[in-house]
Each structure stands twice: as structure tokens, then as C-alpha cells.
């Protein structure tokens, strides 16, 4: 590593916030890879973009460069992850970096997989080509904060959607649902739904809502995510709408280790998949869920199940982000809390988390919080 900071240009902010939105576009589309974004530049106009490819394959770099070509050589590449350096399902990008006659790398941070870890720098600095790490560190850390989760804690980075009563209710009494935001807001859940790598829901509200749980923004309905059940007990109806879709969009099934062979047999036969987990009595071990799914794949993953799921992922201090989405609208005080056994206080005034953003989506408001 270089022994002081770098110094960056104007230009080179502007550059990199370019590749950090480039790099956005792969968000729930590439996993198990991350989403990254590069940039190429040369003599300050841009000869090369890219942006990792749905599946993870081809890396940003790979497509930034294929696109500049020749003008690579003696170009600076802007990128918000560290290259690979090592041997998966494609060769390094370090490497295909080198190749192509780079002069210059700017990244946002080194890559915490243990295979690349400042390798790639150190494999491109040796090549003798300049490198700078550090530049817009804390935008690229939130954007890779699935891939870091995944990497350092063995599980996916795990946002918790909540919709909200302005009384603070999610249902009306009896479990009936209700329609509480309004057509901007129930938007912005179904971008959040494209970005994302899986969305997970309890077996208590699929019995309730019947929910399909894809992406419904026009062009966008190919980026739904993975579904998840936490089903201790194998009771998803085969003939409800997320069974019968399970070809089409799959469908995991987290149930307990006892659960009967049977059930699983015909939702097997469905086309989802069954994930086995232990139980603590009171259901399903979410450490041991959560970490499952990141051993398939998965590192962002969007809570949207009930009162109940999202209570036992903020008591389980699995929640590392909360999107709050506040109606205007009030329930009575016979609805459903939107955290069972707890208050807003376990969010709004807990020393966990901190208010990161709001924003109005027409009479709605979104509070976003993350983990401190």
C-alpha cells in the first residue's frame, strides 16, 4: 500500500461516481458475485464502460475493457471494487488489466475475499501500474455491503421492509391485510425487490396475502428475486401462487429438520426447493437460515414478512438496514402491531441503528435506518 493517501481530482470523483452507478445496475442480478462498476478514460474522455453481467460473469472489467479496445493502453481505469486476482470461472481481471496496457487504477477499496485481499493491487502495482484505493470508500462499502456481509459474517446483508400504519399497525385485526401506501411507494418496494438477491416472508403471511413476491416494474419483472418461506413445519400450500410459480421464479423452503418427507415431496415436485434448518423450540434458527442462503449465493437479502419475522430478525440483531414506510393511513388500536411483542423503540431509539435517510413518495414516508 502506498504510504500516504492519494490524492484525487475532481475528475476523478466524477469518474468513479459514474462507475458507482454502472455498478448499481447489477444489484440483485449478479450474485454470488458483487455488482461492481469500471470506467475507462483516456486523455479525460470515456473509451470504455462496464458493468458486472447478470450471473456474475463477465466482471466489470472484462466489459470496460472489450468495449475501449486499443484505447486502453495508457488509459486509467476507474473501478469500485478491488480487481480479482485469482482463478475462478474466468481468469483474473488483474491480469486482463495488465494486458491491455493500463496506465493507471483507481478503486474504492480492496476486496475482503480472502483470495483477492490486496492481491489484485499488489499483482497491478508490481505490473507497474500506478494504483489509488480509497476514493468514494463509503458509498462503494454500502453498495458491496452484501458481498462484505456474505464474506466477513457468512451471511447475506439483510434489509427489513416494513409498511406502517401512521398508528403503527401492519394489519387489520384477524390477519386481514391492508392497503396502506400508495402507488410511489409501493414502486420504490419493487425496485428494492429487483436489487435485491432473495426476499423472504414467513409461511403465516403466504397464507394470508397469497403474495407472487416478483418485481412488477415494467422491464424489470426478470430481476424478481429468489423467494424464501420460513416454513418450519412444510404447510405452503402447493396450490398457492408462489408454489405454483416456482418454475418460473424460484422458490426456496427453509423448514425444520423433522419437517414430514411427504410435504416436501410435493412442493419438490412444484419445482422449490427445500432448505433444512435446525429449530430453538420457537421456530426456525434464523442465524442458521441466513446462513444457508449465503452458502447458496445469496448476499443481499429483503425481509418482508409480518410482525412476527421482522420481530425475530431485530431480536436475532440480524437487521443491518430498516425501510420504514409510514401511511398516513390509521388502522385502529385493534390491528396488528408492526412489531410483535416490541415498539418502534427497538428501531427508532435503539443505539443499534441510525437514521440514514427519508424521503416523501406522494403521501408516504420513507425512513431509512441502518446498523451503526
Known amino acids: 500500500m502506498n504510504s500516504a493517501a492519494p490524492s484525487f481530482s475532481a475528475d476523478d470523483h466524477r469518474f468513479m461516481q459514474l462507475a458507482l452507478t454502472l455498478g448499481r445496475r447489477g444489484l440483485g442480478n449478479t450474485w454470488p458475485n458483487p455488482a461492481v462498476g469500471a470506467v475507462i478514460v483516456k486523455d479525460g474522455a470515456i473509451v470504455g464502460r462496464g458493468w458486472t453481467q447478470p450471473g456474475g460473469r463477465p466482471h466489470a472489467e472484462v466489459e470496460a475493457l472489450r468495449r475501449a479496445g486499443a484505447l486502453a493502453t495508457g488509459a486509467t481505469l476507474y473501478v469500485t471494487l478491488e480487481p480479482c486476482s485469482h482463478h475462478g470461472k474466468s ?14 487504477v483507481v478503486a474504492t477499496i480492496d476486496d475482503p475475499n480472502p483470495e483477492v485481499a490486496r492481491q489484485g493491487h499488489a499483482r497491478l502495482r508490481a505490473a507497474g501500474i500506478a494504483v489509488d484505493v480509497g476514493l468514494c470508500a463509503d458509498e462503494a462499502a454500502h453498495d ?6 456474505r464474506i466477513v459474517s457468512g451471511r447475506p446483508h439483510v434489509t427489513l421492509k416494513l409498511a406502517v400504519s401512521s398508528d403503527g ?12 401506501t400508495e402507488a410511489a411507494a409501493n414502486d420504490r418496494v419493487h425496485l428494492m425487490r429487483a436489487q435485491t438477491d432473495a426476499i423472504l416472508i414467513g409461511v403465516g403471511t403466504a397464507f394470508s396475502d397469497d403474495p407472487m413476491l416478483t418485481c412488477r416494474l415494467p422491464g424489470l419483472e426478470a430481476q424478481s428475486p429468489v423467494r424464501v418461506v420460513l416454513d418450519t413445519h412444510l404447510r405452503l400450500p402447493p396450490s398457492g401462487r408462489l408454489a405454483k410459480s416456482a418454475r418460473k421464479v424460484p422458490l426456496w423452503v427453509a423448514a425444520s429438520a423433522t419437517a414430514e418427507a411427504p410435504a416436501a415431496m410435493v412442493l419438490g415436485a412444484e419445482g422449490a426447493a427445500i432448505l433444512r434448518a435446525g429449530s430453538d423450540g420457537k421456530g426456525l434458527d434464523l442465524d442458521a437460515v441466513v ?3 449465503a452458502a447458496r449465493g445469496i448476499s443481499r437479502l429483503m425481509v418482508e414478512g409480518g410482525s412476527r419475522i421482522a420481530a ?8 443491518d438496514e430498516i425501510w420504514l414506510f409510514q401511511s398516513p393511513k390509521a388502522i385502529g388500536s385493534d390491528g396488528i402491531d408492526a412489531l410483535h411483542g416490541a415498539s418502534f423503540d427497538a428501531i427508532t431509539a435503539s443505539p443499534r441503528f441510525r437514521l440514514r435517510a427519508s424521503d416523501m413518495l ?7 435506518f441502518e446498523r451503526t
Do not use: T
Not at 399497525?169 to 396502506?180: F, N, Q, S, T, Y
Not at 403521501?363 to 431509512?368: E, I, S, T
Open 91 to 104: 481468469p483474473p481481471c488483474a491480469d486482463a488489466v495488465i494486458a491491455a496496457g493500463i496506465s493507471r
Open 362 to 368: 406522494g403521501p408516504d414516508c420513507l425512513n431509512v
Open 291 to 293: 446462513k444457508e442462503l
Open 144 to 149: 458491496h455491503a452484501g458481498h462484505i456481509r
Open 169 to 180: 399497525k401492519v394489519g387489520a385485526a384477524g390477519r386481514k391485510p391492508v392497503a396502506l
Open 312 to 319: 425475530s430478525f431485530l431480536a436475532s440483531d440480524l437487521a
